[in-house]
C-alpha cells in the first residue's frame, strides 16, 4: 500500500452525512484519463465540511486536491455561499484506488487564508476540464 498525506492540521468528528454521488463516467485528457468514483459529503460542524473523494487513474496528490475543491465549491453554492477553505486533505492510494479525506470552511464572505476558493470560478473551471462537483 502507497500512502501519502497531506495535513494542515484540524481533526473532527464526522456528524452528518449530507451527500453521496455514484461514479462518474470517464474522462479523457490527452495521457491523463481519470474514472472519477465518486463523492461522499459529511458536515463535520457548522460550517466545517468533509469530502471523500476517489478516483482511479491520479496522476498524483494534486489531481485528488482538484476534486475535492470541485465538489467544496459546488457544495458552498448549494448551501447558499461564495466561499470556502481548504484546511487539510489526507490522500492514500491502493493497487490504483486513489482516496482523499479533505476538510474545508464555506462562508458568504472571502475567508481569510491563502488556500480559498471563490466557488463560482472554481465551479466553472471544474466543468471546463471535466472534473465532477457534488
Known sequence: MDVRIIS??????????????????QVQRGDFSPVYKGIETRLLAGDLVSFLVQMEGARGNNDLSDY???????????????????VRTNV???????????????????????????????????????IPTV
Open 68 to 86: 475535492a475543491n470541485c465538489a467544496a465549491a459546488q457544495y458552498a453554492l448549494i448551501r447558499g455561499y461564495g466561499f470556502a477553505r481548504h
Open 8 to 25: 494542515f492540521g484540524l481533526a473532527a468528528l464526522s456528524l452528518l452525512t449530507l451527500t453521496g454521488c455514484t461514479e462518474e463516467p
Open 92 to 130: 492514500v492510494e491502493e493497487a490504483g484506488l486513489w482516496r482523499a479525506d479533505a476538510v474545508y470552511t464555506i462562508s458568504s464572505a472571502l475567508p481569510r487564508g491563502l488556500a480559498t476558493l471563490d466557488a463560482e470560478v472554481t465551479v466553472s473551471n471544474c466543468r471546463e476540464t471535466g
